[in-house]
């Protein structure tokens, strides 16, 4: 099936309905029971996992759905070694909620891994033993009994997809998740998250090439609303036309470009950045949470040492929105970035 036209999209809570569902189950302790990641000759492109027994049997859980819900379809799917991503289409309504399926499926994967531990913990003479495989030293033990902690404590996350080119943007990233995790572990010094870097007296947190701090020059990228109205209204108004292309002409002359690309027009000032491998400096409205990873379009640029992602703000993981005090703010810092540099 191609072209998204072609796809029924989940719309508002209808979990029952026809909709696509993209499906994350995690191990909580991140512990990589699931397998192995395998860099060959330490390219990324190349990398895989192979999976623990554990891994094989939590991904035929997952992909064995079909067999009991016939309406549901298995676009994409991916394990890593502490997770493990499916991509579902319902394409049918249900009786039952898509929440009641998987949670069914979790019942199914938290009885592979009491399986899975309590056989870790004990020889294969049957008698039980004090002893426990280290990655499961959090199972309590009373005397010389053990009991095993669950591995799968979590329910899987479930996010819908209600947008056109949502699909195929998921199914590169679940395709791509090896890869990513290869690049983070050859170059930790641009995805580890780096403390207390003092600008301007504000502290911020960073991800990405902080020798990007040590350039010669830099210019913020604000457009004002002014401009986009004017342009707007006078087709012949050049004046937001002219500032776009002065921020694309100072990147190719060496200027490092700040700015927390808000705007469409800013937006597109940055996919040019991108696109001709300009280093700039993302001011980012949220904090970044365990296991951070830059967004699809910016990871390779991180990568390749062009970005560097600064936050003032700790990681809220309930946050949706922007707000205009927060935007009139993150301006303000990409000013005085560029100032105090």
């Known amino acids: 099936m191609s072209g998204n036209e072609q796809w029924h999209w989940q719309t508002g809570k209808a979990w029952y309905g026809i909709g696509i569902y993209h499906v994350t189950l995690t191990i909580p302790s991140r512990e990589p029971l699931f397998g192995e990641l395998v860099i060959p000759e330490n390219d990324p492109a190349k990398a895989w996992v192979r999976r623990t027994e554990l891994g094989d049997k939590v991904t035929e ?31 049918e309504p249900m009786y039952k909620s898509i929440k009641s399926v998987v949670r069914g499926f979790w019942q199914g994967v938290k009885k592979i891994g009491r399986a899975y531990t309590i056989d870790k913990a004990t ?23 053990i009991y095993p902690s669950p591995i799968f404590t979590e329910i899987p996350f479930i996010r819908p997809m209600s947008k056109h080119g949502q699909l195929q943007t998921m199914i590169r990233y679940v395709q791509m998740n090896p890869q990513r995790l ?5 170059m930790p010094e641009y995805f580890c998250v780096q403390e207390g870097i003092e600008i301007a007296g504000r502290t911020y947190r960073s991800v ?29 108004n050049n004046h937001l036309r002219n500032y776009m292309n002065g921020c694309v002409l100072a990147a ?9 690309f808000i705007s469409p027009q800013e937006k597109m000032v940055q996919q040019v950045l991108l696109r001709e491998g ?31 992602i600064l936050s003032t703000w700790e990681y809220d993981p309930m946050k949706k929105r922007v707000t205009m005090a927060q935007c ?13 540099l």
């Open 61 to 91: 859980e997952a992909l064995r759905i079909n067999h009991y819900y016939p309406e549901i379809r298995v676009i994409q799917h991916c394990l890593m070694p502490d997770h493990l991503h499916v991509i579902y289409y319902v394409t």
């Open 182 to 186: 290869a690049t983070k572990r050859l």
């Open 208 to 236: 990405g090439n902080a020798d990007l701090l040590q350039r010669a020059r830099y210019m913020p990228v604000h457009v004002r609303r002014t401009w986009v109205e004017e342009a707007e209204q006078h087709d012949d």
């Open 278 to 308: 300009h280093p700039f400096i993302l001011i980012a409205d949220n904090g970044f949470r365990d296991y951070y990873k830059p967004a699809d379009g910016i990871f390779d640029a991180v990568a390749a040492g062009k970005v560097l």
């Open 123 to 145: 020889p294969s003479t049957g008698q039980e033993t004090p002893f426990i495989q280290p990655e499961f030293n959090s199972g309590k033990t009373d005397g010389e009994k």
């Open 328 to 340: 009139a703010q993150m301006n303000k810092m990409a000013e005085e970035i560029c100032q105090y």
């Open 252 to 260: 190719r002359q060496g200027a490092v470009m700040v700015s927390p």
